[in-house]
């Protein structure tokens, strides 16, 4: 009989898994003896982690921006619009229901659905939100907010975690230093604060690295600052503690959840996210445990980091397991937690060199002391174009 793999959510870790096995299986496939199908919604892919450079011009729209359906195997039934929008996951029955009303039954179920901001989780917050984490048309609307004020107060406020690619709030944070510095040429007419919801910045060297270049670049910091209250007619936010801050501009990374479905398919923790073995990525929560459903990406269990890196490594193991099992050979490979997060503390201008790092590390290995390098800088700038002929198609 035929294998039926199904993949929900056509974005990077999806796309990952979905070309590796087309590859692996191509005459599984040609045979008819296996069916490989992605389901989504929209047949744009986006690479989100270039966000955080559209305000500052480093990229355009179009860098970051493919068609699916070009960047997905032609071995793979990819199907987007009404018969791709999920719906409905059974995954006691094996069955998935989307809007236009068809189902699809499988054999292997991998959920990599990716996480969504909830706008309206913080009160006030709609009201006065520039944020440059969720759309393209947002991103570059922060770039207009940062062109067009003169002095004052900007306030980056991290509303909650956990939310994907943690450490592009800091990023960004150095890289506004650094554009009001070298390219606007304005930087002592305004104030940087950076609200951090937790007290360590990442890891213990990731935090320290960070911490001393806050303070070397005058850019105030306030942790354990978990956002409560905006007011957006006396331009003051306040923690879930009260404690208040001012501001002229912010720019706010709000919470994020995973898509509703699944919740409303009862598959979430009461945390909110979908829960799996963190070694195996397999579903263990309050559906059961499901040997055959996969977890992988932003909307896996809160305490596995949502980072682009890690989605890339659990992609690769993911991919793998489903190969090893229909093979039959019973091989395991475990996600050891391989995540990882670049940094930039210094953009390139005609007056300044970039500077920046990809820090990596596990579930049993923190990174080692390390330093921004301008060769960092261009092999992370480099990576932006890799990523679509090479990331996502699964060939490293």
Not at 185 to 210: A, D, H, S, T, Y
Not at 373 to 379: A, D, E, N, S
Not at 381 to 389: E, G, Q, S
Request: with cysteine.
């Amino acid at each position: 009989m035929k294998e039926k793999v199904l993949i929900l959510g056509a974005g990077y870790a999806g796309s990952v898994v979905a070309n590796k096995l087309a590859r692996e299986f191509r005459q599984k496939i040609a045979k008819d003896e296996l069916e490989i199908t992605v389901l989504d919604k929209s047949d744009t892919s986006i690479n989100q982690g270039g966000f955080t450079f559209l305000p500052f011009g480093l990229y355009t729209p179009e860098d970051i921006i493919r068609k699916r359906s070009k960047l997905i195997s032609p071995r793979v039934n990819s199907i987007f619009g009404e018969d791709g929008e999920v719906t409905a996951i059974d995954i006691k029955s094996k069955e998935v229901g989307v809007k236009s009303g068809k189902k699809y039954n499988y054999d292997y179920l991998v959920i990599a659905m990716g996480a969504r901001p909830i706008k309206d989780a913080v009160p006030g917050l709609a009201d006065d939100l520039h944020t440059f984490y969720t759309s393209i048309e947002e991103a570059m609307e922060v770039g207009k907010k940062i062109n067009s004020i003169e002095k004052g107060d900007i306030v980056i406020s991290v509303a909650a975690m956990p939310i994907p690619c943690p450490g592009a709030p800091v990023k960004f944070t150095f890289m506004l230093d650094s554009y009001l510095r070298n390219v606007r040429k304005n930087r002592e007419q305004f104030n940087i604060k950076l609200l951090w919801p937790m007290e360590p910045i990442g890891p213990p060297e990731f935090n320290k690295l960070v911490s001393g270049l806050l303070k070397e670049k005058d850019i105030e910091v306030k942790r354990s600052f978990p956002l409560g209250e905006v007011n957006a007619s006396t331009k003051e936010l306040s923690s879930k503690e009260g404690e208040k801050v001012k501001y002229d501009l912010l720019i706010a990374v709000p919470p994020h959840k995973p898509q509703q479905v699944l919740s409303d398919s009862g598959l979430t923790d009461e945390k909110g996210w979908v829960p799996c073995d963190k070694n195996t990525l397999q579903y263990r929560g309050p559906a059961g445990n499901h040997d055959n459903v996969y977890v992988l990406g932003d909307n896996g269990p809160a305490d596995v980091l949502k980072t682009g890196i890690g989605a890339h490594y659990q992609s690769l193991v993911v991919s793998q397991n489903l190969i090893n099992e229909i093979y039959g050979n019973g091989t395991k490979v475990p996600y050891e937690g391989e995540t990882g997060c670049p940094i930039i503390v210094e953009t390139e201008t005609p007056t300044s060199s970039g500077q920046a790092y990809i820090a990596t590390w596990n579930y049993g290995t923190m990174p080692a002391p390390f330093k921004p390098t301008k060769m960092g800088w261009y092999v992370y700038r480099m990576y932006y174009y890799l990523h679509w002929d090479m990331s996502v198609k699964g060939l490293f």
